[in-house]
């Protein structure tokens, strides 16, 4: 069995592709190997159909004239083409200007009309005199919380303790 390099080798051997050195190593392996001599001979057959089936396209002109008319259409292009430095349009500068401004006032219209509309929140906190705690304690306060739709009151009883 052949490894991959020795095939690479041989293809490069036959494309001319190896230094003198190496080209010798190939010939010798050729000579004492039957499997790598084959391939070599599979590889020189594939290259010559390949070579005599391909269409030989001849250019009306030469390749130069050819290559030139190319470079003065890509010359013509950049030249249609806007400069970079060329200076901007004012309406370009108006647009840049007016549509982050517009975004900005309709998001004030926003919050504003919606303000305006929304009904007032209900209370979270409500302070009343109608719970009593009696605590020994000299220094303390307490706060309640009624939550009508929990149906709960919460008290929060802080001694100032350290």
Known sequence: ???HEIELKLQACLDGE?????????????????????????LRATRT????????????ETGEFYWSKIRR?????????????????????????VT???????????VVVALKHSEPPEPILALDDSHEIETPLEET?????????????VVWVDSHRE
């Open 73 to 97: 259409q890509i010359e013509l292009e950049d030249r249609r083409s806007p400069s970079i430095n060329a200076p901007e349009p004012v309406s370009a500068w108006w647009v840049r200007f």
């Open 100 to 110: 982050p401004a517009g975004a900005l006032a309709a998001l004030a219209l926003f």
């Open 49 to 60: 159909l390949l070579a005599g089936g391909e269409l030989e396209v001849k250019l009306p």
């Open 18 to 42: 190896l230094s003198s050195d190496e080209t010798r190593a190939i010939e010798e392996l050729l000579a004492r190997d039957a499997g790598a001599r084959s391939l070599f001979e599979e």
């Open 141 to 153: 306060s307490s706060f309640s919380f009624r939550s009508e739709a929990a149906a709960m009151t």
């Open 1 to 3: 069995m052949i490894s």
